[in-house]
């Protein structure tokens, strides 16, 4: 990744960005590094992992899954 540096004069920059400082005349490093979309290396697309764990999926366990919460909370904590 190519970055571009370049030392300018920071009254240019103030009708771009609030700089912290007031100071009339002050030379600043501008450096200007492209941003680049982090994709999914196996399809280039990582928006959509929708059933992608489909293969580990134990259906006889859907029916506890309901109730899971509740009894960690009775098995910890006891029934209240």
Do not use: F, H
Request: charged fraction near 30%; hydrophobic fraction near 40%.
């Amino acid at each position: 990744m190519e970055a571009v540096r370049k030392i300018v004069n920071a009254d240019i920059l103030t009708q771009v960005i609030d700089l912290p400082w007031k100071t009339k005349n002050v030379q600043v490093e501008l450096i200007v590094v492209p941003l680049n979309e982090k994709k999914d290396p196996r399809n280039g697309s990582s928006k959509n992992l929708k059933g992608c764990l489909k293969e580990y999926a134990n259906p006889y366990l859907w029916e506890k899954e309901i109730y899971a919460w509740e009894n960690n909370i009775i098995e910890k904590y006891g029934n209240i």
